[in-house]
């Protein structure tokens, strides 16, 4: 089961950081990703990175602002975000799979072990 936190409210170019732990097991193997979701509109791919690798990518929306990384020892992915707006504001979801090639990691249907969800609410 996964485990997302970290969200809150917070000003316009504030930061957050967001973070995703799996109960009872590592993420060695596998792709952890986040996405986000505003009520009324699909889930949108936010970063992803990949365990064993490092590797990671990002949406276009985030890049610059956004950083995903892991925490080996900790066994947790944080999603780093700074330079917040207040379109940024959505439900974020940590999401996980150890069968996914690069070209599916922004793909919501790939994923599936997801987390119930962190509220980023940020204010202008």
């Known amino acids: 089961q996964l485990q997302a936190s970290g969200g809150g409210l917070v000003q316009a170019g504030g930061s957050l950081r967001l973070s995703c732990a799996a109960s009872?097991?590592?993420?060695?193997?596998?792709?952890v990703g986040w996405f986000r979701q505003v009520t009324g509109k699909e889930r949108e791919f936010v970063a992803a990175?990949?365990?064993?690798?490092?590797?990671?990518v990002y949406a276009d929306s985030v890049k610059g602002r956004f950083t995903i990384s892991r925490d080996i020892a900790q066994s947790t992915v944080y999603l780093q975000m700074n330079s917040l707006k207040p379109e940024d504001t959505a439900v974020y979801y940590c999401?996980?799979?150890?069968?996914?090639?690069?070209?599916?990691?922004?793909?919501?249907?790939?994923?599936?072990?997801w987390g119930p969800g962190t509220l980023v609410t940020v204010s202008s």
């Open positions: 990175l990949k365990w064993n690798s490092g590797n990671t």
């Open positions: 009872g097991r590592t993420f060695r193997g596998y792709a």
């Open positions: 999401s996980a799979d150890p069968r996914i090639i690069h070209s599916n990691l922004g793909v919501p249907s790939a994923y599936n072990y």
